[in-house]
């Protein structure tokens, strides 16, 4: 899977599609929380390497809604999409 994050300014959010080619699902990262979590300071290059970085945890996170798990905080504002 590649990590390709692409930001969606009209829902200010992070958008990456489901692991292994799963096009049912995608991910989507709340721009706040990753500002929160990189720092207020964090550029756009900063963030994504924030991004990047947490890569495991968030698709843990998502792993975990796609089966019905629970999410600890601040993983737990990871959200999973369905697509059309």
């Known amino acids: 899977m590649s990590a390709a994050f692409q930001?969606?300014?009209?829902?200010?959010a992070y958008i990456l599609a489901g692991p292994g080619g799963d096009t049912r699902y995608r991910i989507v990262v709340p721009e706040d929380f990753v500002?929160?979590?990189?720092?207020a300071g964090a550029d756009a290059d900063?963030?994504?390497e924030?991004?990047?970085a947490n890569l495991p945890q968030i698709l843990a996170a998502y792993t975990a809604r796609v089966e019905g798990g629970w999410v600890k905080?601040?993983?737990?504002r990871v959200?999973?999409?369905e697509t059309d």
């Not at 500002?35 to 720092?39: S, T």
């Open 7 to 12: 930001f969606d300014d009209d829902r200010g």
């Open 35 to 39: 500002q929160e979590e990189a720092g």
């Open 46 to 48: 900063a963030r994504l």
């Open 50 to 52: 924030w991004l990047r």
């Open 73 to 76: 905080a601040p993983w737990d």
């Open 79 to 81: 959200l999973v999409e």
